[in-house]
């Protein structure tokens, strides 16, 4: 689910940066009023993108945080197992490189 929503968020953000790109085009061809309610606009947009994307980044940093503390959590009451789980791991990735 999180993947899903940083592919929509990204999407928008890349529409968001697409229409306001073309609408600075098009208020630059323009002159007087109009040309600066074009830009007043592309500059809505583009304020709009930087706080998606501060949302985003927001929310990746919370989940990121809460995973380490999870993780945390885990190795402190599970240590045998987190070693465990570590060796094996190691000893996959050894096997892959010594293929190789």
């Known amino acids: 689910m999180l993947e899903a929503n940083i592919s929509a968020v990204r999407d928008d953000l890349k529409t968001l940066m697409k229409d306001a790109q073309q609408l600075l085009a098009e ?3 323009l002159s007087g009023s109009k040309s600066e309610d074009m830009q007043a606009k592309a500059m809505e947009l583009l304020d709009i993108a930087i706080e998606n994307a501060q949302h ?19 190795v402190h009451d599970h ?3 987190a070693i465990g789980v570590t060796a094996a ?7 892959f490189l010594g293929r190789r």
């Open 27 to 29: 208020a630059a061809k």
């Open 89 to 95: 791991a190691c000893l996959l990735i050894g096997m």
């Open 56 to 74: 985003l980044q927001q929310v990746g940093t919370e989940k990121g945080k809460h995973i380490a503390k999870e993780t945390d959590s885990y």
């Open 79 to 81: 240590p045998w197992q």
